[in-house]
């Protein structure tokens, strides 16, 4: 588990599950989603819900309030509480290291803010990755994110980009892209060490999620009971990774 020294702001939560105990913490840095969680914690919702979604060696996952009566073999993951929550992906501040608590999502295809689920979240466990797995995972998600700054750049261009071919001027294409191009360099340029070498020393030696970094709200951290969430990731699951035996949250408390 990696090293953190608690700020103001930040909150307890224990989490008494069917397998035993998990004390979170919550980040005082995330307060939409910080207060988010408490008030889910106070109303009630995350009593009764199961894990519903267990993968070994990536995550676990709960929240649905649909699980709460959920019959044996459901597929669950759809349902929700409360409403969306703006995103505050601090990235690298938080990242997916093992233990860490992140906010499930909707896709960006139907969802490119990234706003959070109003309930449901995941303890990352992840796995360990090498030097060079770390290396490529850099390259890939500095490529992603030149093509993300390009298209938010065409995007905003798009009438002098329809007119331009609407005139058939292809030279006033290609000179319009060359320029974006320039610009997408440049607005990437400090955008090519992704892991710090803290991070690195994290994912080699502990384990978690990276390619997820950058891309889900990181809001807290297991302190206490990671050997209750390895027992849950062991679990035996069915074809949707929803564990055959249910586990659950029995009661969710806020603590001092």
């Not at 909150?11 to 408490?38: A, C, Q, W």
């Not at 290396?135 to 093509?147: C, F, L, T, Y």
């Amino acid at each position: 588990m990696t090293e953190y020294t608690p700020k103001s702001g930040d909150v307890k939560v224990l989490l008494h599950t069917s397998l035993g105990d998990i004390t979170i913490l919550l980040y005082g840095d995330t307060p939409r989603h910080t207060e988010n969680f408490v008030n889910r914690v106070n109303a009630g919702d995350y009593d009764g819900v199961l894990f519903h979604r267990v993968i070994d060696d990536f995550m676990i996952q709960t929240g649905d309030p649909d699980s709460k009566n959920a019959p044996k073999g459901k597929m669950l993951g759809t349902g929700d509480s409360g409403t969306p929550v703006e995103a505050e992906i601090l990235f690298p501040l938080h990242y997916h290291h093992r233990g860490a608590i992140a906010a499930a999502r909707q896709g960006d295809a139907v969802n490119p803010e990234r706003k959070s689920s109003g309930s449901q979240f995941y303890i990352v466990t992840g796995k360990k990755f090498s030097p060079a797995q770390l290396d490529q995972m850099e390259h890939r998600a500095v490529m992603e994110r030149k093509k993300a700054v390009f298209d938010n750049l065409c995007r905003e261009n798009r009438d002098t980009i329809m007119s331009l071919r609407r005139n058939r001027d292809q030279a006033g294409l290609q000179e319009l892209q060359e320029k974006l191009v320039k610009q997408t360099e440049e607005l990437t340029a400090y955008d090519t060490t992704m892991y710090t070498p803290e991070m690195r020393e994290v994912y080699m030696r502990d384990g978690g999620t990276p390619h997820l970094d950058g891309s889900y709200t990181v809001y807290g951290r297991v302190l206490d009971g990671m050997d209750i969430v390895e027992k849950i990731e062991a679990a035996e699951t069915d074809a949707n990774d929803r564990p055959t035996e249910d586990i659950r949250i029995i009661s969710a408390k806020v603590v001092k």
